[in-house]
């Protein structure tokens, strides 16, 4: 279950995330920073592993994308 100042951090990790418009580095640091304090409450580190796994093979793609317009927009 999630705390308050789990949630508290959250929420900051969202509010800096609107804040980017451009994709890059720095945003893929928090973004995966975000999900990884949501998934760490499992307690499973393999799934946790795994998505790290996942997130880093996705986010390569996605950067090649038109992720900065995307962003711009939002």
């Known amino acids: 279950m999630l705390s308050e100042q789990d949630l508290q951090r959250l929420e900051k990790l969202c509010v800096e995330l609107d804040a980017f418009t451009r994709y890059d580095h720095i945003w893929v640091a928090k973004n995966w920073e975000f999900h990884r304090s949501l998934y760490q409450h ?33």
């Open 42 to 74: 499992s307690k499973l580190s393999i799934a946790i592993d795994m998505a790290e796994q996942m997130h880093l093979k996705v986010e390569r793609y996605v950067r090649r994308s038109d992720m900065d317009r995307v962003l711009k927009k939002a």
